[in-house]
Structure formats: structure tokens, C-alpha cells
């Protein structure tokens, strides 16, 4: 388990630092124009690519069973699953899903001041509904292995570190638009009230 633990702390220590203004900048230097455009679209193939030599660990090291859901709990836990996918389909169409990939980017350079605040649909009642989704998605597996608890541990630890750092650069760039909205909307779960002074 402790080797699933370290290699979730190397993909999020990598991919903190490439979603980092600093790597960004080095990109830009790098390659100018085409940063611009390529950036985001690498860094969600680089994250994709290397996420599943960590998936691969919790599916070949040693492991144990911890439960399997009977039914009728089986399909209800495949039912809130599902829901999390939807959820996802919907939150990516609510933010522009070509722009989150970065494919849009590719054909039009975009700058933060073109991009906007939005807090309609799924961002009503979280600040975070793509996180919300995938920690739903994760937790609610009907089957559950010690790999797959501790792939899951490491995963929430991973999403909400990267949630409190996207906030410090939400903060920064729609100031206090983005404070009222973190005063009346919960940052992961829906209807828990305040949130975390950084």
C-alpha cells in the first residue's frame, strides 16, 4: 500500500508543479506562441498517460478483498456512479469542455482576462462539481480492495490539495467575485457551510 501512497505523491507533485505559473512561464520561454495553445491540451494527455502506471500498481501489487456489495446496496452504489458521470458530462459542458481539455486553445489563444466566473448550474451548490463527481465516483465502487482503499485515500488527498491550490489562483484572478462566491457556496459537499481560511 505504502508504494500506491508514493506514487500518487510523485503524480501530484509533478502535475502541482506543471499547473504552476512557474512551469507555464518555462513553456512560454520555450516555445512562445505554441505554449499558449498547446499547454493545457499536453498537460491533460501528460496527467492521463501518467496516471495509469499508478492504476496499474493498485491492480497488480499484492492485494486483498475488503467487501462486494450485495444487492439491492450494488445497484444503488452503481447509481450514485452513474450520476457522477453525469455530473461530470455536465460540468465540463458548463465550463466548455473543448476549453478544459485544451483543444480550444490550440485554434484560439485564450488569456485569463477572456475567461469568466461562473457559478450557475452544478456551481450553485459547490465551487467544485468535476472533484465532487470523480470523489463520488471513487467512494461509491460496490467492490472495494485494501489497493483499491488506499488508491482512493491517496486520490481524495490529491483532489483536495489541488482544490485549495486552484482556489489561492481563483482568488487572484476574480478577487472578491470569487470570495462572495466561496462565502455562500461549499467548496466539495453539497450543503456543508464555511470554508478553509488559506
Known amino acids: 500500500p505504502w ?7 510523485i503524480y501530484g507533485a509533478i502535475h502541482s508543479w506543471l499547473s504552476s ?11 512562445d506562441e505554441a505554449a499558449e495553445r498547446g ?25 486483498r478483498w475488503l467487501y462486494l456489495l450485495p444487492a439491492p446496496w450494488l445497484w444503488a452504489a452503481l447509481a450514485v456512479q452513474g450520476l457522477a458521470l453525469a455530473a461530470l458530462v455536465v460540468g465540463l459542458r458548463q465550463t466548455g469542455a473543448w476549453s478544459f481539455l485544451g483543444i480550444e486553445q490550440l485554434f484560439h489563444s485564450q488569456s485569463n482576462s477572456n ?3 461562473v457559478v450557475r448550474g ?9 472533484y465532487t463527481a470523480g ?10 480492495t485494501m489497493n483499491l482503499l488506499v488508491l482512493n ?9 489541488g482544490a485549495l491550490f486552484e482556489e489561492r489562483k481563483l482568488l487572484r484572478e476574480f478577487g472578491e467575485a470569487y470570495a462572495e462566491y466561496q ?16
Do not use: E
Open 3 to 9: 508504494i500506491i501512497l508514493f506514487a500518487i505523491f
Open 122 to 130: 452544478l456551481y450553485r451548490w459547490v465551487r467544485h462539481p468535476l
Open 153 to 161: 485515500v491517496g486520490l481524495t488527498i490529491y483532489i483536495v490539495i
Open 39 to 63: 499547454y493545457r491540451l499536453a498537460y491533460n494527455l501528460f496527467a492521463g498517460i501518467t496516471l495509469l502506471p499508478v492504476l496499474a500498481l493498485a491492480a497488480l501489487l499484492p492485494d
Open 183 to 198: 462565502r455562500r457556496t461549499p467548496m466539495l459537499i453539497p450543503g456543508l457551510r464555511g470554508r478553509l481560511k488559506y
Open 135 to 144: 470523489l463520488a465516483f471513487i467512494w461509491f465502487s460496490p467492490l472495494m
Open 115 to 117: 475567461s469568466k466566473l
Open 21 to 31: 505559473n512557474q512551469a507555464k512561464a518555462l513553456a512560454r520561454r520555450w516555445f
